[in-house]
């Protein structure tokens, strides 16, 4: 099978925002992502993958893989913009090869 090249945006943010990140990389172009849960340590301390009494303050993860390197940047960009004032995340970028374009 063919490679093909693309991008792969990663969005590590909070769960309390997930809709609103969700919304906004949809209005970026964006025909897809995936979410799961995250957990760590970073410059905000550390965050459990999994809630206690509640999970309202835990990460999340965002991948989302796209043929344009113009929407994966417009994606970054904006998500911090427009959240990362606020609420913790981070986001990056990947070159990564995909072997169905058609789906991206």
């Known amino acids: 099978m063919d490679h093909h090249k693309a991008k792969k945006v990663v ?59 113009d929407i994966a940047n417009n994606i970054s960009d904006k998500v911090a913009e427009t959240f990362f004032e606020n609420y913790s995340g981070i986001t990056y970028l990947e070159d990564v090869e995909i072997l169905r374009p058609q789906k991206f």
């Open 11 to 69: 969005i590590i943010t909070e769960k309390l925002i997930t809709d609103e990140v969700a919304k906004l990389v949809e209005e970026c172009g964006a025909t897809g992502y995936t979410i799961t849960g995250a957990g760590g340590k970073g410059s905000r301390g550390v965050r459990a993958a999994r809630g206690g009494v509640t999970d309202a303050f835990l990460n999340v993860k965002f991948e989302i893989i796209t043929a344009s390197a």
